[in-house]
Nanobody
Framework: QVQLVESGGGLVQPGGSLRLSCVAS????????MAWYRQAPGKQRELVAI???????NYADSVKGRFTISRANAVNTVNLQMKNLKPEDTAVYYC?????????WGQGTQVTVSS
């Protein structure tokens, strides 16, 4: 069965950095696109970044130039490096993949940007 486990969230001051990681199991990781979503209180879940099986990336406009998504197929891991964090980046961040038209989600990791 597909499992996604996120780590790396926490409390950081504005302008700071965090690195999120997601380890996947139950899939041939290198074959699948991987994504990070986030959901802030009272808002809909939104796509933050996606990396294809071939390594192409795409980002939400709000994080372009600040966030970098990457993958390490040898260890079934997708990372999200976040720099110059802003209070509006505060949210629960979720790892996601689509396997045969079914969405799988991790449990989420809280990122709080506050002074």
């Amino acid at each position: 069965q597909v499992q996604l486990v996120e780590s790396g969230g926490g409390l950081v001051q504005p302008g700071g950095s965090l690195r999120l990681s997601c380890v996947a199991s139950g899939i041939i990781f290198r074959m699948y696109d991987m994504a990070w979503y986030r959901q802030a209180p009272g808002k809909q879940r939104e796509l933050v970044a996606i990396i294809t099986s071939g390594g192409s990336t795409n980002y939400a406009d709000s994080v372009k130039g600040r966030f970098t998504i990457s993958r390490a197929n040898a260890v079934n891991t997708v990372n999200l490096q976040m720099k110059n964090l802003k209070p509006e980046d505060t949210a629960v961040y979720y790892c996601n993949t689509d396997v045969r038209k079914k969405d799988y989600w991790g449990q989420g990791t809280q990122v709080t940007v506050s002074s």
